[in-house]
């Protein structure tokens, strides 16, 4: 391998580290030991790497992180997202700082204005709401390089990197139809973000193409407290929807858990389907059949876009959408039936 080919990926694969791993160690950055420190500059010396110091593609003065503000830090689903940001950060020496909007516009300029102050390279946010998070985001990006992931504000000037949310909803519903439902209701956000706003029209579209039965929606937020209390809310209807597609997996896993305490069995009563694909669909009980984001690609793809608007602040904007998967599991396919016991057994019990 020529020496000057070696790349962070060489270092970290040869020294048995993750990208980010290896990152840290390289540059001094804290939350590795001194072991693992010394043994991954020891495969970096031996292959000959030297690090790339990322700031000559960069404005000068700013520190080697990126902010990344997400609204919600203790849903799976953004700390999935993170996890695979970090890796492809780490890739190009960079490090992150993340911070939490909790979903509410005011924390989320205040956020942005510390991270701007911070002399970041750049901000990847998660817009806290698609028309109040504006002015903020504009502000942002008169200072620093600013990507849009997951949700939008379409009047922002920046770059964005999401998921197809009309492809996933798409693929639940045609599922559903599948497996015979022609009843199927929707337990979703609201118009706040431009994803509860997406899968919404979505969903109603694809239901309309179909010439199925439409169905009162219930709205709120993506938690998994408004799944438990719609749950009550669908449990009351009079009769059942065959199936709920649910807005994300959060809400998927409170509607599982309060139609179970209202007496409705999933799938056996009603199918329920999630959106995201995170750790929740596993734990689910039955576990949960759910359109799955690809998150390393979406990291990918936002690190790309930011480091291309800092060569290039006046690039005309990316927006990127990436296809998603269906994961199909038990929350839509009847329980396997209990096999005859065997002619021995029978006889025993007779």
């Given at each position: 391998?020529?020496?000057?080919?070696?790349?962070l990926?060489?270092?970290?694969?040869?020294?048995?580290?993750?990208?980010?791993?290896?990152?840290?160690?390289?540059?001094?950055?804290?939350?590795?030991?001194?072991?693992?420190?010394?043994?991954?500059?020891?495969?970096?010396?031996?292959?000959?790497?030297?690090?790339?110091?990322?700031?000559?593609?960069?404005?000068?003065?700013?520190?080697?992180?990126?902010?990344?503000?997400?609204?919600?830090?203790?849903?799976p689903?953004?700390?999935?997202?993170?996890?695979?940001?970090?890796?492809?950060?780490?890739?190009?020496?960079?490090?992150?700082i993340?911070?939490?909007?909790?979903?509410?516009?005011?924390r989320?300029?205040?956020?942005?204005?510390?991270?701007?102050?911070?002399r970041?390279?750049?901000?990847?946010?998660?817009?806290?709401?698609?028309?109040?998070?504006?002015?903020?985001?504009?502000?942002?990006?008169?200072?620093?390089?600013?990507?849009?992931?997951?949700?939008?504000?379409?009047?922002?000037?920046?770059?964005?990197?999401?998921?197809?949310?009309?492809?996933?909803?798409?693929?639940?519903?045609?599922?559903?139809?599948?497996?015979?439902?022609?009843?199927?209701?929707?337990?979703?956000?609201?118009?706040?973000?431009s994803?509860?706003?997406e899968?919404?029209?979505?969903?109603?579209?694809?239901?309309?193409?179909?010439?199925?039965?439409?169905?009162?929606?219930?709205?709120?937020?993506?938690?998994?407290?408004?799944?438990?209390?719609?749950?009550?809310?669908?449990?009351?209807?009079?009769?059942?929807?065959?199936?709920?597609?649910?807005?994300?997996?959060?809400?998927?896993?409170?509607?599982?858990?309060?139609?179970?305490?209202?007496?409705?069995?999933?799938?056996?009563?009603?199918?329920?389907?999630?959106?995201?694909?995170?750790?929740?669909?596993?734990?689910?009980?039955?576990?949960?059949?759910?359109?799955?984001?690809?998150?390393?690609?979406?990291?990918?793809?936002?690190?790309?876009?930011?480091?291309?608007?800092?060569?290039?602040?006046?690039?005309?904007?990316?927006?990127?959408?990436?296809?998603?998967?269906?994961?199909?599991?038990?929350?839509?396919?009847?329980?396997?039936?209990?096999p005859?016991?065997?002619?021995?057994?029978?006889?025993?019990?007779?």
């Amino acid at each position: 391998m020529a020496r000057d080919a070696v790349t962070l990926r060489d270092v970290a694969d040869a020294a048995g580290v993750s990208i980010a791993t290896a990152s840290r160690a390289l540059t001094g950055k804290n939350r590795v030991s001194k072991a693992t420190t010394a043994h991954v500059r020891q495969v970096a010396e031996r292959l000959g790497y030297r690090v790339n110091v990322f700031g000559r593609a960069l404005r000068e003065g700013t520190d080697g992180a990126v902010g990344v503000i997400v609204p919600v830090i203790s849903n799976p689903f953004y700390g999935q997202l993170v996890h695979s940001l970090e890796e492809q950060l780490g890739a190009h020496s960079l490090e992150l700082i993340v911070a939490d909007s909790h979903g509410e516009v005011d924390r989320e300029r205040d956020r942005l204005r510390m991270l701007v102050r911070r002399r970041v390279e750049g901000i990847v946010v998660v817009p806290s709401n698609a028309t109040s998070s504006l002015d903020a985001l504009v502000e942002a990006a008169d200072d620093v390089p600013v990507v849009q992931l997951d949700r939008r504000v379409e009047q922002a000037p920046t770059d964005f990197v999401g998921v197809d949310n009309d492809r996933g909803i798409a693929l639940l519903v045609e599922h559903l139809v599948s497996r015979g439902a022609v009843h199927i209701a929707l337990v979703a956000s609201d118009d706040t973000t431009s994803a509860g706003r997406e899968r919404r029209a979505a969903f109603e579209r694809e239901i309309a193409r179909r010439g199925l039965p439409v169905h009162p929606p219930v709205l709120d937020n993506f938690t998994l407290e408004f799944g438990l209390a719609a749950a009550g809310t669908v449990a009351s209807r009079s009769p059942l929807p065959d199936a709920i597609v649910a807005g994300d997996d959060l809400i998927a896993a409170g509607l599982i858990t309060g139609l179970k305490r209202h007496g409705v069995a999933v799938p056996q009563d009603v199918m329920v389907t999630g959106f995201d694909g995170t750790m929740l669909a596993d734990v689910c009980d039955p576990a949960l059949t759910t359109v799955v984001q690809p998150f390393d690609q979406i990291a990918a793809e936002a690190v790309r876009a930011l480091l291309r608007r800092t060569q290039d602040r006046d690039a005309p904007a990316i927006y990127s959408r990436l296809a998603p998967a269906l994961r199909v599991s038990m929350s839509t396919s009847p329980a396997p039936a209990t096999p005859p016991a065997p002619a021995a057994a029978r006889a025993q019990s007779s």
